[in-house]
Structure formats: structure tokens, C-alpha cells
């Protein structure tokens, strides 16, 4: 789970300076952990559409239903959706707290996939 701190680490220090918790303190990393346990993270597969590319949604979790996309976020995708270029985007709550890009190699079973359309 040690790839996952810098993409909160910017989000857990605003949220430690809007309820004036020393970012320095040892409750830093309990406050990460519930936000995790509070987060979403939404798949998407990068698919080459002409000179652009289209992003079709494959998923959306809340963290705590996919212990495996924290501990071993490329055989987590490989596995259930194959190879390509992945993007996945977090949230905690209703806010957006960054995004990670995977390559997994394999046959690309996302193909195969319907998309998932996501309103918000």
C-alpha cells in the first residue's frame, strides 16, 4: 500500500489542516487509513481511438471491498481485466484525490467488457 500515500498525501494534509491536526503527528497515519476505508476507486481502460484515446470505465469499489487493488494493484487488473493501459482515479467522499496509471500485459479480456457509463 506504499504507492498509495503520494497520491493521498496532499489530500490528508489539507484535511489535517482543516481540523488542525499537526501533520507531523503519529494520528496522520490513522487518518489515512480511515480515509481509505472511506475512499472509491474507479477503473478505466485507455483504449487508442484514432490519434486520441477514449477512456472506457470498467469499475467502480469502494477500497475496502478490493483489498487486492491495494496490495497488488497490477494482478488485480491483469487477472480481471487483462492487459492495457489502465487509469484509476480515487475519491474520498465526493472529492477527488488523484490517479494512478498501470500496464498490465496479457490478452486484453476488457474487450470483451460492456463499458460502465458513471453520471458523476
Not at 27 to 45: D, I
Amino acid at each position: 500500500m506504499d504507492w498509495l500515500w503520494p497520491i493521498y498525501q496532499e489530500h490528508i494534509g489539507r484535511t489535517c489542516d482543516r481540523i488542525g491536526l499537526d501533520r507531523e503527528s503519529l494520528q496522520v497515519g490513522e487518518l489515512f487509513m480511515v480515509t481509505l476505508g472511506e475512499s472509491t476507486a474507479t477503473l478505466f481502460v485507455m483504449e487508442p481511438v484514432g490519434e486520441s484515446i477514449k477512456f472506457m470505465g470498467l469499475g467502480r469499489w469502494p477500497l475496502s471491498e478490493v483489498p487486492q487493488l491495494l496490495s497488488d494493484p497490477n494482478g488485480f487488473i491483469a487477472e480481471k481485466f487483462g492487459g492495457g493501459k489502465y487509469k484509476v482515479n480515487f475519491h474520498h467522499q465526493r472529492h477527488f484525490v488523484g490517479t494512478h496509471n498501470f500496464r498490465t500485459y496479457g490478452e486484453e479480456l476488457w474487450r470483451n467488457m460492456e463499458e460502465i457509463i458513471f453520471e458523476d
